[in-house]
């Protein structure tokens, strides 16, 4: 069965800092990938996909991602953390269910804290 | 700047009370996905709609939940009779057919006491 893990449930990182969040998921072919965010009070935003090709793709925000098939991971990285990246992060993985589904599978989240 | 619309925003009701939140999907979008979101299971999809046909509702408890797209235009989640452990977040999301690519709204936040 689909499944996503994502290793830390919270984060905290000082503005300026790198970051790094981690996925991992369990996928029977060659998954579509994701990360959305969803800030306090809102719905999640889709940040960026992979779906096939350059295994390291590039979002929205200064986000990417990189695609690794040998670790079934698809880490979300930053290499500067801003106040307003405090929210949280969403891996998901799909699609699944036969039909040609666009159904998803989300991780339980990563909340990220930003210290001034 | 096209967007998915819940109301209501936020709901408190006794248990045993009927709800009904509704979703504008954005105009365009032909699929739409109900989910619910709460601190111990995170993200659990409810339903999934395409071209109003619901497509999957596995993840809806059968008894008390139903979902229904009665138009292009509004999709609504019903819970009757509600219970305490309903109280979470259900988030409609409407998509344009893309694998993984969502629109969410804002989310409606039922507390049933």
């Known amino acids: 069965a689909q499944s996503v893990t994502q290793p830390d449930i919270h984060i905290t990182v000082s503005e300026g800092a790198s970051l790094e969040l981690r996925c991992n998921y369990s996928?029977?072919?060659?998954?579509?990938l994701f990360w959305y965010v969803q800030s306090p009070g809102q719905g999640l935003q889709l940040l960026l996909k992979?779906?096939?090709?350059?295994?390291l793709v590039q979002g929205i925000k200064g986000f990417e991602a990189e695609f690794k098939r040998s670790q079934s991971s698809f880490n979300l990285r930053k290499p500067s953390v801003h106040w307003s990246d405090a929210a949280e992060y969403f891996c998901?993985?799909?699609?699944?269910?036969?039909?040609?589904?666009?159904?998803?599978?989300f991780g339980k989240g990563t909340k990220l804290t930003v210290n001034p | 700047d096209a967007r998915v619309t819940q109301t209501p925003r936020h709901k408190v009701t006794e248990m045993g009370q009927e709800v009904t939140m509704r979703c504008q999907p954005i105009?365009?979008?032909?699929?739409v996905f109900w989910y619910r979101q709460t601190m111990m299971q995170g993200l659990e999809l409810l339903a999934y709609?395409?071209?109003?046909?619901?497509?999957?509702d596995s993840g809806m408890p059968k008894d008390r939940f139903s979902a229904e797209m009665p138009d292009a235009t509004l999709a609504t989640l019903k819970i009757q009779p509600s219970e305490p452990r309903d109280s979470a977040v259900y988030f409609c999301?409407?998509?344009?057919?893309?694998?993984?690519?969502?629109?969410f709204g804002e989310g409606s936040r039922l507390t049933v006491l």
């Open positions: 999301a409407s998509g344009s057919g893309k694998v993984g690519e969502l629109f």
């Open positions: 996928y029977g072919a060659t998954p579509y």
């Open positions: 992979y779906f096939s090709g350059d295994t």
């Open positions: 998901a993985v799909g699609p699944y269910s036969q039909g040609g589904s666009e159904k998803l599978v």
């Open positions: 105009l365009g979008h032909n699929t």
């Open positions: 709609f395409r071209n109003r046909a619901p497509l999957d």
